[in-house]
């Protein structure tokens, strides 16, 4: 089956403490991003790769970090978490990069940082 | 920067009749897309529209854009209880490639 997965789908951590979230999709898509969803705000997107070893910032990167080793793969990486990061985080791919192409997203990761 | 901004930003409608949402923009764009996200899902793309497209439909779905008043329109033709869900439109301004931006999105709830 097509589709984007994310890990962990909820996650509650302590200001600080350094996490990832992994982000894959099995349909060989070059475009990969990342956006956050908040109340009254919608989505907002974070960092954005077009290919391997291709990445670029959205409009949140702040606080952020990610890499594109593998094309299939697309973590998101918080080095030093805060509360002003708790947040719904959604994956998405494409086979290529906009204009024109249809986003798959992931099912969402949960964050909340205490 | 917001690029796409629906309109009504809730809407509360009875299972069969239609729901017609909007969603207007700032910047001449390539494409307009809908998607629907159920409650704390992941969004779903529901149909693209290109700059030189005025109409499309797919299924229940009517989708218009006038790109004259910057503006599109999803119609949902005899909704469903299922249809409950918050809708975003999602655009690509022209120049500017590699970033869709995204409303802020509309609550649609269909009561049976």
């Known amino acids: 089956e097509a589709q984007v997965t994310q890990n962990p789908r909820y996650l509650i951590t302590v200001t600080g403490k350094k996490l990832t979230v992994t982000c894959s999709q099995n349909?060989?898509?070059?475009?990969m991003s990342w956006y956050r969803q908040d109340p009254g705000l919608g989505l907002r997107q974070i960092y954005y790769?077009?290919?391997?070893?291709?990445?670029d910032k959205g409009d949140v990167p702040e606080g952020y970090k990610v890499s594109r080793k593998e094309k299939r793969n697309f973590p998101l990486i918080l080095e030093s978490p805060s509360p002003n990061q708790t947040s719904l985080y959604f994956c998405?791919?494409?086979?290529?990069?906009?204009?024109?192409?249809?986003?798959?997203f992931g099912p969402g990761t949960r964050l909340t940082v205490t | 920067s917001q690029q796409g901004e629906e309109d009504p930003q809730a809407l509360s409608i009875q299972e069969g009749e239609n729901a017609t949402m909007n969603c207007s923009y700032k910047?001449?764009?390539?494409?307009l897309q809908w998607y629907r996200q159920n409650s704390g899902r992941g969004l779903v793309h529901l149909i693209l529209?290109?700059?030189?497209?005025r109409e499309k439909h797919s299924g229940r779905l009517r989708v218009t854009l006038d790109t004259s008043k910057k503006s599109s329109s999803l119609l949902i033709t005899a909704s469903r209880a299922a249809d409950t869900a918050s809708y975003f439109c999602?655009?690509?301004?022209?120049?500017?490639?590699?970033?869709?931006?995204f409303g802020k999105g509309i609550t649609l709830s269909v009561r049976p």
């Open positions: 910047t001449s764009i390539n494409n």
């Open positions: 349909m060989n898509h070059e475009y």
């Open positions: 790769s077009m290919n391997v070893e291709v990445t």
């Open positions: 529209i290109r700059s030189n497209e």
């Open positions: 998405a791919s494409s086979l290529q990069p906009p204009p024109g192409y249809e986003q798959y």
């Open positions: 999602a655009t690509d301004a022209a120049g500017a490639n590699s970033k869709l931006t």
